[in-house]
């Protein structure tokens, strides 16, 4: 290794802000097949389905309507 290096011309990582955070979540087995026969069709992994669609729900700012019965 080097004893210096120049990071005169470094330039920040343009992918910064959309680092993800590894988590624990549990999610329902008929949820989880849900997204996986879509990402069969799709192409995409399931859990960048999953995802997609949550952060869809969160820039739409959808709220949960849930009425127990």
């Known amino acids: 290794m ?3 290096y120049d990071f ?4 920040k990582n343009p ?4 680092l993800k ?3 624990t979540i549990n999610i329902d087995t008929e949820v ?3 997204f996986k026969q879509m990402s069969s069709t ?8 999953i995802n ?18």
């Open 2 to 4: 080097r004893e210096e």
């Open 8 to 11: 005169s011309k470094a330039r």
């Open 15 to 18: 992918y910064a802000k959309k």
């Open 21 to 23: 955070q590894q988590i």
């Open 32 to 34: 989880i097949d849900f």
């Open 42 to 49: 799709s192409g995409i992994p399931y859990q960048t389905l």
């Open 52 to 69: 997609l669609y949550l952060s869809d729900c969160a820039n739409q700012n959808r709220k949960i309507n849930i009425s127990w019965t």
